[in-house]
């Protein structure tokens, strides 16, 4: 075949029509089977078998794209299913999964205006929707990027170069300038490898113990502080969790904005797991304080129902988010309207996927209802299953949950102290290997707990009280064979 055939072939409309409308119909049954329930979570296959296979498959007859879509779907773990309890990455709505096509079709590259401008505007028109529902006021603005990791990163770079006292940017770290940030001992990982990254090594990071409910103690700032700067840290920024990943605490975020104003510090919020309770007139009181942040990220692939990645960083001050990268920062000086469609002047990428058509089109579902409802009915449930574990003798709660992440283990009254971590970590392992659920657990106080974070609006407490009742069947099993070699 000449290569200029193979092209054509490659490219033919009717080709993509067909395996188009295949596709779309083989994912819409799909999706009726997960809602029902029906079959296995995910089927977990060793990766080395896995990779094996694919190696294999080239050197057999050439797939068609059907065949190939249908592997893959097979090779899933699948977020619709009900007894997907695990990560926090939502069940995409389908709308939402559908403007991700038409965005990897387009490939708009995003950077300058020009290459992007319904995925520029709507970016901004995203932005704009939370910061109102977050009470962030009208001179705020933003952008989105590859991930919470990456907004946290961005958003930490803004507060370096605006509390410096010098242009970090441009200047580097002057005269052994050492700056740190205060943050919880249960923030997620990456506000660390931030600080980090931008070379302040650990002693860049001031983690602030939490409480019972596994939130900052915020009475200990002051002395933190006081202590760091006696040590010889500059101190430019406290970082707030809405909510923490491991147990889904969120920080007392007016007593951090206090804090952060009254000792000039910048206050970032990584609400990349709650900024949309910010959607639920039920449960905003949790972000109470966000208004008050210098930056917030939040990330519309956990909460709000979109396709990864998907993440926006929000200034209270929009005019500070073109500080991060912006050697001269002209517009600054000159008061000029800076030019807020260029976007990759104030993000880490050069080109960016069109990550706010999907961003918005889950926003805008139900006349822009969906996303509160979808978070009303999570942590309700979240409460719900809380009672459930509470109503047990066998089972234990690790703590009360303020969302729809909720931390548990078995721990009947005749399993000896030392057998709870690796029985539990045991059950786990036997659960997501069957394939009954996938379920997640985690480290607190030294102690391996079962963890999960409810995802899916088709997940109903009777799918949990079967959870509750398989982890108990299969401790029982487990600790019964003296086989076991527990982890
Ligand atoms: C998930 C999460 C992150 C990381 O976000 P990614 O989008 O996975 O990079 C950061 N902070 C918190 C609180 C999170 O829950």
Redesign the pocket.
């Known amino acids: 075949m000449t290569a200029e055939s193979l092209l054509q072939q490659a490219y033919d409309p009717e080709s993509f029509r067909r395996a188009g409308h295949q596709l779309i119909d083989r994912l819409a049954d799909h999706l009726q089977h997960m809602l029902a329930a029906e079959g296995p979570v995910h089927h977990q296959i060793p990766p080395d078998t896995l990779y094996d296979a694919w190696t294999e498959a080239e050197a057999g007859p050439a797939q068609d794209p059907s065949q190939f879509f249908e592997q893959v779907l097979g090779q899933a773990i699948y977020l619709h299913h009900p007894h997907y309890v695990g990560h926090?990455i939502s069940p995409p709505l389908p709308t939402a999964a559908l403007a991700g096509l038409l965005g990897d079709f387009l490939n708009n590259g995003m950077g300058v205006y020009e290459m992007g401008a319904s995925g520029t505007a709507l970016e901004r028109r995203v932005i704009a929707l939370v910061a109102t529902a977050m009470g962030l006021g009208p001179q705020a603005d933003g952008f989105m990027t590859s991930?919470?990791?990456?907004?946290?990163l961005t958003a930490l770079l803004a507060a370096r170069q605006q509390r410096s006292g010098h242009d970090v940017w441009t200047q580097g770290h002057q005269n052994g300038y050492q700056p740190a940030i205060m943050v919880s001992a249960q923030?997620?990982y990456?506000?660390k490898r931030a600080a980090q990254v931008m070379g302040w090594g650990e002693a860049g990071v001031i983690q602030v113990p939490v409480d019972e409910n596994f939130r900052i103690r915020t009475d200990l700032l002051p002395s933190l502080l006081a202590a760091a700067q006696a040590r010889g840290l500059q101190v430019i920024a406290a970082v707030g969790?809405?909510?923490?990943?491991a147990t889904g605490s969120f920080d007392d975020l007016e007593a951090m904005a206090d804090f952060c104003e009254a000792h000039g510090l910048w206050f970032h919020v990584?609400?990349?797991?709650?900024g949309p309770t910010a959607f639920s007139e039920t449960w905003r009181h949790l972000l109470q304080g966000i208004s008050r942040a210098d930056t917030v990220?939040i990330?519309f692939?956990?909460m709000a129902l979109t396709p990864?990645?998907a993440?926006g960083v929000i200034f209270r001050d929009g005019s500070l988010s073109y500080c991060t990268f912006e050697q001269d920062a002209h517009y600054l000086w000159s008061r000029q309207q800076p030019e807020w469609y260029n976007l990759a002047k104030r993000t880490f990428e050069c080109t960016k996927y069109m990550m706010s058509l999907k961003a918005y089109t889950a926003l805008q579902a139900g006349g822009g209802r969906v996303t509160g409802a979808f978070v009303d009915t999570m942590y309700q449930l979240g409460q719900t299953f809380a009672e459930m574990i509470l109503a047990r003798s066998d089972m234990e709660l690790a703590v009360k949950p303020m969302c729809n992440i909720v931390c548990f283990r078995w721990r009947p009254s005749d399993l000896s102290p030392d057998q709870v971590s690796p029985v539990n970590a045991a059950i786990r392992a036997d659960i997501i290997q069957s394939g009954a659920f996938y379920l997640v657990q985690t480290t607190l106080r030294g102690d391996t707990w079962l963890r999960v974070s409810l995802m899916n609006p088709f997940t109903r407490a009777s799918h949990l009280q079967v959870l509750l009742d398989l982890v108990a069947a299969t401790g029982i099993r487990l600790t019964a064979q003296d086989t076991l070699t527990l982890v």
């Open positions: 926090q991930g919470g990791t990456l907004g946290n923030a997620h990456c506000v969790s809405a909510c923490t990943t990584d609400a990349a797991h709650g990220v990330d692939h956990k990864a990645l993440t």
